[in-house]
């Protein structure tokens, strides 16, 4: 048990310099402060299924109480969102440096105070919590999108934008083939005015922490974008429509890609943000 809280205390010593704290008036520095989070290479996309009537408050504890937690262990509350053609269920991603840091501070975290403290009001208000896609990045360069935290002062109306999720079921084992295939695709989601937030596929890994289940059904690639805004997303539709019936017609899938439409919760770090801020993002990836 002691070697348990040491190596806890280490790896969140580790990351003390990667997490420090934000200044509210300027993006920029922010960027500046996250500038080593690049080495983060898993990641769990999450998707809760909560009772009617119960996402904006599931949301609002969420937010509340759990990303800066996180991010004191070393994980990272990527971004959080509710889904459009999904009205009960909320999704986020979650970032860890690897697979060993996964397991310590998913640890850390379900034993520790913060949890203890809010778990019987979160559970009572979630049907299932299983719908979980264990990922990483497909290239070192395509990880998630790491912005900084939303600005309080500089950002009163909260995250802006929309973020897409087009999720790929994938007939071969040959990853690259597929992306190599697919990579004129998004080049013209990218064309349209989108921004490329991440390129994921499914990670082989036993899972180290099985109090939290994740998926077994195969494998999947996961394209990651922001939108502007609604009209900027009008133009995308047809896009990921073609896309889909292309790579499909193809033999490349297990069936049709799923795409999902996220709002971002009023402190996602996964956002639109603007133009310079941004650049400088591309450059920082999980």
């Not at 800066?68 to 860890?96: C, D, H, I």
């Not at 999720?167 to 989108?194: M, P, R």
């Amino acid at each position: 048990m002691y070697r348990f809280i040491a190596g806890v205390l280490l790896l969140a010593a580790a990351h003390a310099s990667t997490f420090a704290p934000i200044p509210s008036t300027n993006q920029q520095s922010a960027m500046q402060n996250l500038s080593d989070t690049n080495d983060f290479q898993v990641i769990e996309f999450r998707r809760y299924q909560i009772k009617d009537g119960g996402l904006a408050k599931f949301a609002t504890y969420f937010e509340s109480f759990f990303p800066e937690a996180f991010q004191q262990l070393g994980a990272l509350a990527v971004g959080q969102f509710s889904e459009r053609s999904n009205p009960n269920v909320f999704t986020w991603l979650r970032g860890f440096k690897d697979m060993d840091a996964r397991a310590i501070v998913n640890s850390a975290f379900y034993y520790g105070p913060v949890w203890k403290e809010h778990r019987t009001t979160l559970n009572n208000l979630m049907i299932d919590s299983d719908n979980v896609m264990l990922l990483r990045p497909l290239r070192h360069d395509s990880g998630v999108s790491v912005l900084p935290a939303v600005d309080p002062v500089c950002e009163v109306q909260g995250a802006q934008g929309v973020v897409v999720a087009q999720i790929f079921a994938l007939k071969s084992d040959d990853v690259e083939q597929f992306a190599n295939h697919a990579a004129s695709i998004f080049a013209t989601y990218q064309a349209a005015g989108l921004r490329q937030a991440g390129l994921l596929v499914t990670l082989d890994a036993k899972n180290n922490f099985p109090q939290l289940p994740v998926r077994t059904d195969g494998l999947y690639l996961v394209w990651l974008g922001i939108a502007r805004d609604d009209d900027q997303l009008q133009n995308f539709y047809p896009l990921a429509d073609r896309a889909a019936n292309a790579l499909a017609a193809e033999g490349l899938l297990r069936s049709a890609p799923e795409l999902v439409i996220l709002d971002p919760g009023k402190r996602s770090r996964l956002r639109w943000l603007a133009e310079k801020i941004q650049s400088t993002a591309d450059t920082l990836q999980i």
